[in-house]
């Protein structure tokens, strides 16, 4: 396999397309339900719709790479490739189920166990956010945007959550001063780092794959990291379909105050 084949810019151009072809079934799909999985969470036509055309999509390149998503079974050996897609075809379905704005569609490739392409498009807004290496490129209703009008300042340390309460997030973001809480869900938050309007994203449990892989490839472009809590750069090659918890800040020159403050969590907890 030749990563060269994913360094120009024909895969530029089709992956912009296919996740627009994305946009545009959100929009025209109109036969939609909803059931819940096994697991019990909730799936819709649109999930499955959007599964499909990025299968078909990916499928139809020159090298057939493995291609994991939320919506399809896959061996757990997957994880272990050099080289994998991963994809979640809504990432946010109960808030797109519930008539809320907090869903993405993200794709991404991973490759020696980093992600190196993100895709990450916003239905509500038509906002794409797409990483190939250290190049981050923005769209708004097909239109590229100039990154530097786009990058918020703020002198407000914004702290990103998902929803849910944890005493171990609470206790450690009010370690922070001058902070100021973001709750939002799905891969928005790594949209929300890669343009500074947060500046921190700490995650203190385990999530899938899927759900971060895309942002990460668009914060890594966009000059930020995710760091495990051993302070390594977070990494794809461990077992399952589950991350290890993590920080994700916006500009590494916020490492050491994150890790600063959380060895004095973990003391604090001794």
């Known amino acids: ?154 002198n407000e340390f914004n702290i990103i959550i998902s929803k849910e309460n944890q005493t171990i997030l609470n206790n450690y973001i009010e370690l922070f001063k001058n902070r100021k809480i973001i709750k939002i869900s799905s891969s928005l938050k790594f949209c929300k780092l890669a343009e500074n309007h947060a500046y921190l994203y700490p995650r203190f449990s385990r999530i899938s794959k899927w759900d971060i892989a895309a942002g990460h490839a668009i914060l890594n472009a966009a000059g930020g990291k995710i760091y495990g809590l051993d302070k390594e750069n977070l990494t794809y090659n461990n077992n399952g379909s589950r991350t290890q918890p993590f920080f994700a800040v916006s500009d590494i020159k916020y490492k050491k105050i994150i890790f600063d403050n959380y060895d004095k969590l973990m003391q604090s907890n001794s």
């Not at 790479?65 to 809504?90: A, M």
């Open 1 to 154: 396999m030749k990563i060269e084949y994913f360094n120009n810019q024909n895969i530029d151009s089709f992956l912009i397309d296919l996740i627009h072809s994305c946009l545009d079934k959100t929009v025209s799909l109109k036969d939609n339900w909803v059931k819940n999985k096994e697991d019990g969470t909730p799936v819709t036509n649109l999930d499955l719709a959007l599964d499909n055309l990025i299968f078909d999509g990916l499928s139809s390149l020159k090298y057939k790479i493995p291609i994991v998503s939320e919506e399809r079974k896959h061996s757990e050996d997957v994880y272990k490739n050099q080289i994998y897609w991963i994809v979640d075809p809504l990432d946010g379905t109960r808030s797109y189920v519930n008539g809320k704005e907090e869903y993405t569609i993200n794709i991404a490739l991973i490759y020696n166990h980093l992600p190196i392409i993100g895709l990450i498009a916003h239905p509500p807004s038509k906002k794409v956010w797409y990483a190939r290496l250290n190049n981050l490129r923005i769209f708004t209703d097909r239109i590229e945007q100039d990154k530097a009008k786009i990058k918020n300042i703020n």
